[in-house]
């Protein structure tokens, strides 16, 4: 976890700075998609309608453990998303939510099994995801959908929604940000091998990786 030793002040100054990053390298684009880093008292979150590359540290929202607004501007609209993953895995620190380019096209394909849509196609994603389930589809802001990714984030800490992208936890911002890029890359490079004969890791190969870097 970040660990208590982490002002609000450096939070804010995070969470601007990685939601920069995230912009300039077209992981999000316009008002889509939003970045929190958990607090003892709660977590603060980018504001709705805001752009992840034009973040003001003094401005981003704060939010209560109840999913109550305290401060800052109004919080994204889609808070309740991060409220449900940090309820269910008190070892998240820090939540990404995007929309993706490649990820929401994974999203809206049809897939046989929905509990693990995408195959174990590098170390890295085995390492950093592992696992990646594919949620309904719910209309944005529909409550419902806080019940299905609370339900999901019980066994996992990332998930894809359907024809919307991906929801992912870290065990800090930082370490958010680099599982929500590490998925993105891997849906692009699955989008890449379509129709070509692949090899992927064999279920021994993943279970020797897991064995060496355990989550």
């Known amino acids: 976890l970040q660990g208590a030793g982490v002002s609000e002040t450096k939070l804010r100054e995070a969470i601007a700075r990685q939601g920069q990053s995230l912009y300039q390298r077209r992981y999000a684009h316009g008002s889509s998609g939003n970045i929190s880093a958990r607090l003892f008292d709660g977590f603060l979150i980018s504001p709705t309608n805001s752009c992840l590359g034009d973040l003001d540290p003094a401005r981003i929202s704060k939010v209560d453990l109840a999913g109550k607004h305290v401060s800052g501007d109004k919080p994204s609209k889609e808070s309740f998303l991060h ?36 195959p174990p196609i ?22 419902a959908l806080a019940d299905a990714v609370r339900a999901a984030a019980r066994a996992n800490h990332a998930m894809l929604l359907a024809n919307h992208g991906p929801v992912v936890a870290g065990k800090s911002l930082e370490d958010a ?30 279970a020797a990786l897991k064995e060496a870097f355990p989550s």
């Not at 895995?89 to 394909?109: D, E, F, Y």
């Not at 590098?122 to 594919?134: C, S």
Request: aromatic share 10%.
């Open 122 to 143: 590098t170390a890295y994603y085995v390492m950093r995801i592992g696992r990646l389930p594919l949620l309904p589809y719910f209309r944005p802001g529909d409550m």
């Open 177 to 206: 940000v680099y599982n929500a890029e590490e998925l993105e890359e891997t849906a692009r490079l699955f989008l890449m091998l379509q129709g070509s004969k692949t090899c992927f890791l064999t279920e021994e190969q993943v």
């Open 83 to 118: 409220l449900a993953m940090y309820q269910e895995r008190p070892g998240a620190a820090g939540i990404v939510h995007l929309h993706c380019t490649h990820c929401v096209a994974v999203s809206c394909m049809c897939h046989d099994n929905t509990d693990d849509i995408l």
